[in-house]
């Protein structure tokens, strides 16, 4: 508890700055990272027993499936994310088709939830979650070779995330020994993630002031140079 708790207060932090950073620039990305942080600490919270005994004590029904749904709706909010803050709409089409494909497996988990037992609905996200890490982490590197400046960032907290999520994984369908990082690798990884991810939003909105800034020079070089042309112009017609 004492663990989990460290973990919640830190992405409390997180959730904060980046909502408050959200309504100064109203940028969507914020606000898409804000839901995914709030989705994975609800999980979290539900996966370690804190939810049901805080905050839905009395809901026995939800409490049965609401770790599927929080972990779903946490992976779906993620990848809408990776789509809106890396642009691969843009630069990797065929990824963001994929991911698009995985919100909607997402959206059908949810509701699969009622039908299908927990362990079968649980393995399944696990397993699409291990795979949606690797397409982030191959976006990631590939637009980081390419020069797409925020990659750099999300790349490396991606990384910490991936590992936690490989090793959690590998833990639950029992391939490594259960030990104290297997069982926080996740946590710790989140954790990392939100933290470099938070630099990789402020990175972005430096990157674009700067484009900005050299926007409005060039145009002011522009002006500069049509009234020496003008001047010039006016020169000649005055003088023989």
């Known amino acids: 508890p004492q663990r989990t708790s460290c973990f919640q207060q830190s992405m409390a932090v997180m959730l904060l700055y980046n909502l408050f950073v959200f309504i100064s620039v109203r940028d969507r990305s914020y606000l898409l990272y804000v839901l995914y942080v709030t989705f994975l600490s609800l999980y979290q919270l539900s996966a370690h027993g ?87 982490l191959y976006a990631g590197f590939s637009l980081w070779h390419k020069g797409h400046d925020a990659a750099r960032y999300f790349s490396i907290a991606f990384m910490w995330f991936f590992i936690g999520i490989l090793l959690f994984v590998l833990n639950k369908f029992s391939v490594i020994p259960r030990n104290f990082i297997t069982e926080q690798a996740m946590m710790i990884g989140a954790m990392l993630e939100a933290l470099l991810l938070s630099l990789a939003l402020a990175e972005r909105i430096n990157q674009e002031k700067k484009k900005r800034f050299e926007a409005q020079k060039l145009v002011v070089e522009q002006l500069a140079e049509k009234e020496k042309a003008e001047l010039k112009l006016a020169h000649r017609v005055l003088h023989d």
């Open 50 to 136: 804190l939810g049901f005994q805080y905050l839905w004590p009395n809901a026995v029904a939800w409490g049965s499936v609401s770790n599927n749904v929080l972990a779903a709706c946490a992976m779906a909010f993620a990848i809408l994310f990776m789509i809106d803050f890396l642009n691969l709409r843009t630069h990797l089409r065929r990824v963001s088709q994929l991911f698009y494909g995985v919100v909607v497996c997402d959206v059908i988990s949810v509701v699969m939830c009622l039908v299908l037992p927990a362990a079968v609905i649980t393995q399944g996200i696990y397993s699409v979650g291990a795979c949606v890490a690797v397409l982030g």
